[in-house]
């Protein structure tokens, strides 16, 4: 994988022989991402699990949060993957928008899902990342695992810097999120870690038509100044 041939050392001076050619291939994926979405127009991305099976209730919201943001004009950025990310994909060809699938080169994942209208693969996850943000207009957090909490925390961390601006974060959810937001409130709140303020970047529903209209809304609360960084 060349995520992990970047970031492992094999040996003193090796980066020197492979390094500067590897920088030309992350090039690349810039532009590609770049050159692909441009005329994208409106986005929300949407996260979640990829083990989430067909059928199940967190699936079905899937669905549903992308035929309703298809049916807003919006289109839906998603990883690509099987779960809540073909659920978001199924939801926007169902509602006739555009569907877009950001896959990521994984050992243990096969391709795009077939509801994607638009597909890139990516070798890099930084790379990647940077598409979802970059074209969208906010997320759409389904319940997920630890891809899905990377994407929620930096994110946040994004928003909290002011690196993005007028950036909704909506968590779809409550039950599942709620023990998270009672940690993080009585552990890094109560610890000083972060500010309390930053709680406010998060909106969490269960209703998936709330959390687009929330996400389209384009209402997000100020930050707290950065010198209490969600880490």
Do not use: C
Not at 17 to 22: E, F, K, L
């Amino acid at each position: 994988m060349s995520d992990q041939h970047l970031l492992d050392t094999k040996g003193a001076g090796q980066f020197v022989h492979t390094d500067p050619w590897r920088v030309l291939r992350i090039q690349s994926e810039f532009v590609e991402g770049f050159g692909a979405l441009a005329d994208l127009g409106p986005a929300v991305s949407v996260f979640g699990s990829a083990r989430t099976k067909p059928g199940s209730p967190y699936y079905d919201m899937g669905v549903e949060v992308g035929r309703k943001l298809a049916e807003a004009g919006v289109a839906v950025i998603t990883g690509g993957g099987p779960g809540s990310m073909e659920a978001a994909n199924r939801g926007t060809v169902e509602g006739n928008g555009v569907s877009v699938g950001l896959g990521i080169e994984l050992p243990f994942e096969q391709g795009l899902n077939q509801w994607v209208d638009l597909g890139i693969n990516f070798r890099y996850f930084f790379a990647r990342k940077t598409m979802f943000v970059k074209y969208a207009q906010g997320f759409i957090v389904l319940p997920g695992g630890l891809g899905t909490l990377d994407e929620l925390f930096e994110a946040m961390v994004l928003v909290q810097t002011r690196k993005v601006t007028s950036f909704p974060i909506v968590l779809l959810g409550v039950d599942f999120w709620g023990p998270m937001i009672e940690w993080i409130k009585g552990t890094l709140v109560a610890e000083g870690m972060v500010s309390e303020k930053d709680l406010d970047l998060i909106q969490v529903v269960d209703d998936p038509a709330d959390a687009v209209r929330r996400v389209l809304s384009g209402t997000v609360p100020a930050p707290s100044n950065g010198e209490q960084r969600p880490e």
